[in-house]
């Protein structure tokens, strides 16, 4: 039986851990899309978000920044009435406002990809965690400033925490533990840059 992450239960679980969870991204599209799902699972269950996932890229064109950014207050009164997603007013909202956000910093640092992964100097951080679920933390000291910088160009829903979990779901850090099948394939994708060992 393949070794996981003791996070995961579902099929849904197991296929975004397994393709995606702790792989590097750069790519902007991706990286927004990381950013609205994240700040959408606030509260609720990380298996909620994935089984709505394909209705959030049909409701947000595809997590097209531009076109993101564009949306209009009768935009959101149409999301709101989408039962495909999370109808939360303020995370809806949250999404318009982080993705003009994304259009500054795009404009100021030539890409969204390029400034966030300056909180890791470029380089994904390794972790060895022997049991995700017990030694994991919620936040960093990089997640910290992360979520700091964001909220100077005014994005919604980027405390550290979801901060944490958007640069775990990227690849900025590879948290798979020890004896997860997943944790070499992730850390092959990258130089190694520091380590943070359970105790």
Request: hydrophobic share 40%.
């Given at each position: ?9 579902t099929?849904a ?8 969870w702790?792989?590097p991204?750069?790519d ?22 994935l ?29 709101l ?21 994304v259009?500054?910093?795009?404009a100021?640092?030539g ?19 022997a ?8 936040s960093?000291?990089?997640s910290?400033?992360?979520?700091k ?43 190694l ?7």
């Amino acid at each position: 039986m393949t070794e996981r992450c003791n996070w995961v239960r579902t099929a849904a679980d197991e296929h975004y851990h397994d393709t995606e969870w702790g792989v590097p991204s750069h790519d902007d599209r991706h990286l927004f899309e990381m950013l609205v799902l994240e700040g959408a699972q606030a509260g609720l269950s990380w298996s909620t978000i994935l089984n709505k996932r394909e209705n959030y890229r049909r409701a947000f064109d595809n997590f097209d920044v531009e076109a993101v950014a564009r949306f209009t207050p009768a935009k959101v009164e149409a999301l709101l009435q989408d039962p495909g997603i999370v109808r939360n007013r303020a995370k809806i909202e949250a999404a318009i406002v982080n993705a003009r956000a994304v259009l500054n910093i795009r404009a100021e640092h030539g890409s969204f990809a390029g400034f966030v992964w300056s909180f890791v100097d470029g380089k994904p951080i390794q972790n060895d965690w022997a049991l995700y679920k017990e030694h994991a933390p919620a936040s960093t000291p990089e997640s910290d400033a992360l979520s700091k910088a964001l909220k100077g160009y005014g994005c919604k829903f980027v405390g550290s925490t979801i901060c944490y979990a958007f640069m775990q779901a990227v690849g900025m850090v590879n948290d798979h533990q020890t004896n997860c099948a997943s944790r070499a394939r992730c850390a092959a994708l990258a130089p190694l840059r520091s380590k943070r060992k359970s105790g």
